[in-house]
């Protein structure tokens, strides 16, 4: 059963609620990553959704982030009652689209609750055609790593298909054999497990036959948006992540303006490396809180 309770009631978020919440997410325009069931559905473990019905019809959902709680509101805000109420459960609610917040600051104000940019939350979008070519200055050094992959190594660039997903396995658990610490490692094995169900599309490169990296992600914002959810490289193969980058945009479809590659976190490391691909643009998102004070509008700290 994909029944899902009215708020306060919820429900653990389950491969069940597919369907549904996949209806739900297919209008939005705004390209927040957060807002596919694929995202969810793999990162239920982290953050412990749960799925409420509101009372105008639309999904509440429920996470956790260390002691605290909040939610995401893909349809929007709901009647001030039931805003309240929400609030009165959780610490925030987050991934606020910018149109939304802009919409909804004043009515906020009413109610005693701020909107504030949330930087961290922020995702990079880059232009896929731009990404494709890596043309002018900007782009030099990238382009230099590309470059001697290309020369140094015999490699080939194919669709990650249900085939190739032992050879994506491969390529995760020399992955985490490299990294140590905390990292999305389940995660990435439950989006192979379930690569067609969550209609996820991917990439895989081999070296000499030998699989060596991969990404997988999804079309969002009705096609005009690919989120690269993953993105998985042996750092043996100097320049293996730059290829891979420029390698998926130049195969992805026409249709696809922008590129988004998540947001950074906070982690200071990770913001600088997706800076230095020169991002067009931000899905900006906002936290919406009780109380707190309101940041100047204009306020543009990326």
Not at 102 to 122: I, P, T, Y
Request: proline content about 5%.
């Amino acid at each position: 059963m994909s029944n899902i309770p009215q708020f306060p009631r919820s429900v653990p978020l389950r491969l069940q609620h597919r369907d549904r919440l996949q209806r739900l997410f297919a209008p939005l325009i705004d390209g927040v990553a957060e807002f596919t069931f694929a995202n969810l559905y793999l990162f239920r473990r982290l953050y412990r959704y749960r799925l409420s019905s509101l009372s105008d019809s639309s999904i509440a959902i429920k996470g956790k982030e260390g002691r605290k709680h909040f939610w995401l509101l893909p349809q929007g805000l709901p009647p001030d009652s039931q805003l309240q109420q929400l609030l009165q459960q959780a610490d925030s609610i987050k991934c606020v689209p910018q149109i939304v917040a802009e919409r909804e600051r004043a009515r906020c104000r009413q109610l005693g609750l701020s909107v504030k940019k949330d930087r961290d939350n922020f995702d990079y979008l880059y232009l896929r055609e731009e990404m494709a070519i890596l043309k002018g200055r900007k782009f030099h050094k990238k382009r230099n790593f590309v470059n001697y992959f290309q020369q140094h190594f015999k490699y080939e660039h194919i669709p990650l298909r249900r085939q190739e997903v032992p050879q994506a396995f491969q390529v995760l658990r020399q992955w985490r054999r490299e990294h140590s610490g905390k990292n999305d490692w389940w995660a990435a094995r439950r989006a192979l497990h379930h690569l067609e169900e969550l209609g996820l599309s991917g990439y895989l490169t081999r070296i000499d036959g030998q699989p060596c990296g991969y990404s997988l992600g999804e079309e969002l914002a009705q096609g005009t948006m690919y989120v690269v959810h993953f993105e998985k490289a042996t750092i043996r193969y100097r320049g293996i992540f730059q290829f891979i980058n420029k390698a998926v945009a130049e195969m992805l479809p026409e249709r696809v303006i922008y590129i988004n590659r998540e947001q950074d976190l906070g982690d200071e490391g990770l913001r600088q490396a997706k800076m230095t691909y020169r991002p067009a643009a931000f899905v900006e998102k906002y936290r919406i809180r009780r109380g707190g004070i309101e940041e100047p509008e204009n306020n543009n700290n990326v």
